[in-house]
């Protein structure tokens, strides 16, 4: 992604996070007949040097294991208006935080697909031990016939925080005030995200 850099976001530590804040990634893998898209959660494995998730058995993404891969992690967002730098000859743009992670994607086995869905189930689900009481082992057994796990091993990650970092103090006080206005939890976030990034 373009990523210039004011917008660079270094700390592994906080890519990490946001890749646990954001899970829901839309992960793209090269293929014969172009780029194969799928969009699915994705999570850091235990020793943070892989994304493992799980796909349908329908969706042949897991028969792509080898395929140069790249994950992309969404987060808040919010349009930024011309209007709101009280100054003439500005364009309008977009603030965001995004992660790309870049990798080799390989396919796991019945095992390790299981652990992923346990994972699942712990991230999301209200009371993970009730969702598997009523889930049931024959249930289970079909759900886990019907997907097949994923893991993409971690080359390279690059994050960016879209911050307007290369205005000046005053303009960026100015903007997050706006944003601060808008309806909306993104432009509420991203209002905070750069009152918290002016702080030394």
Known sequence: MHNPDPFRQPDAAKLRAFIREHPFATLVSAAEEGPFVSHIPLYLNERGEALVGHVARGNGHWRLAGAKSLAIFHGPHAYISASWYGMPDVVPTWNYLAVHVRGTLAALDAEETSRVLDRMIVEHEPDPAAFRARLGESIRAGLERGISGVKLAIESWEGK??????????????????LAEQAGEDAQRIARLMRESDRP
């Open 161 to 178: 925080w879209k911050l307007s970092q290369n205005k000046d103090a005053e303009t960026r006080a100015r903007l997050s005030d706006r």
